[in-house]
């Protein structure tokens, strides 16, 4: 989606001017008319739209600006891995190898020592 906006500067520098003159300038119709309805877009007199339109081309600037609304897509979310520590006489899941540790030798003491070679 783009949206069309006036040069706020070149305004700005026009109302501030001292010292303007009156100039009866000819437009060919199509032209004119075109800037009939630029005026009535942005809200402006005709007359202050022929001045900037002649600022800005002096300043080598635009006189109108034209904004974009990008959309940017959602960052894929990265997943960390977490290594689970699993007990394989119950099943039960550990964060981590203390933990684990601490499981085995409460709740399974017994398995353990079958475990060890005599």
């Known amino acids: 989606m783009s949206k069309e906006e006036i040069n706020l500067s070149l305004l700005e ?12 300038i000819w437009l060919p119709v199509e032209y004119f008319i075109q800037t009939l309805q630029l005026s009535k877009k942005f809200g402006i007199a005709n007359n202050i739209l022929l001045s900037t339109i002649i600022m800005a081309y002096y300043k080598n600037t635009n006189l109108i ?3 974009e609304t990008v959309e940017k897509p959602v960052e894929k979310v990265i997943e960390k891995t977490k290594t689970i ?10 964060t981590n190898q203390d933990e684990l540790k601490k499981h085995l ?14």
């Open 65 to 67: 600006t034209k904004t």
């Open 13 to 24: 520098e026009y109302q501030k001017a001292q010292g303007k003159i009156k100039q009866t």
């Open 85 to 94: 520590w699993p007990c394989y006489y119950c099943w039960n899941e550990f």
């Open 105 to 118: 030798q409460a709740a399974h003491a017994t398995n353990l020592q079958k475990l060890v070679k005599t």
